[in-house]
């Protein structure tokens, strides 16, 4: 039961944002060419995402350049939270189907689902570890850490499972940071003011970016040429998308605006000879639409931005 509290407190820390979009936005062409039907650049990096817009939360496949829309889960239950395994073929979410919020893995394709924390608690915020062997979730089980969710590691086919975080607080959003095996994730006693903490599994747990303001939801960045983080940022009920060294020094914007949200950012390449950019969502068109934009746009924001939902429904929580 409180698992479910701490998945209603989520969400509305997520849609309690103030929502104040800057008018609707019309991009030629609209998504939606169908999957396989022509079109499709060869540098497309293909995007999942969750949406409400048949009627209930489902994850979905489009391509960057708005081609190969599906539907992946189809299914009545609530389906959220989809992360894009590193190789691309995989999809791990977040159901209720099986009766409580479960991480589950299916195929790119929306093939073979599979619930990987059955036997678990209240699970959420998947994301690849291991160059793909592993999943890092949150994970909330009654009588432990004063049932608060706490991260996990998990073998793709829900066995090894090893708890990682030992505390009181809030535990949620973990990400692996390239190369090491440091876990950067965000914790706190309230939800409102979460800080992002970082260890080495098993050594040196601190905080890195401590301020009054909620910080979660980070994201590698750049792994190979000095790495950041970026993450979301939430403050006087307005979000935005800052970076940050891994250490939690120079924290700076990157997707910030006055009239408009951005949230759930994930950081990717779009190939290595375009660049470096960020995915995230924004309510700027009045609606939740997810967009891309590269890291260095700067006052050029607006100008950079490119769009890869357009429907009138919420679609957020981008992974690519
Ligand atoms: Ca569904
Ligand atoms: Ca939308």
Redesign the pocket.
Known sequence: MKGLLVGFALAALTLGIAGCGGGGTTTPGGEGAPPGGGGGSATAVPIVFE?D?DGNWEVYFIRSDRTGRQNLTNNPASDTEPAMSPDKTKVAFVSDRGGKADVWIMGVDGSNPQNITKEAGVAGSPSWYAEGARLLLSLTVTGKNNDRPQIYAVNTDGSNLEQITDNQNFNLTPIIQSDVSRVTWATGDSLEELDLASMIIGKDERVIVERPASDWRPSMMTPKVRPRLILEVQTDGKAAVYEVETDGRRLQPVVKSSSFNAIQPVWGDLGQAAGSYVLFSTDK?G???VYFVPTGAGEDLLQKLVQV???????RHPSW
């Open positions: 949406s817009r068109d609606n939740w639409n939902t357009d429907n009138p429904a919420n679609d």
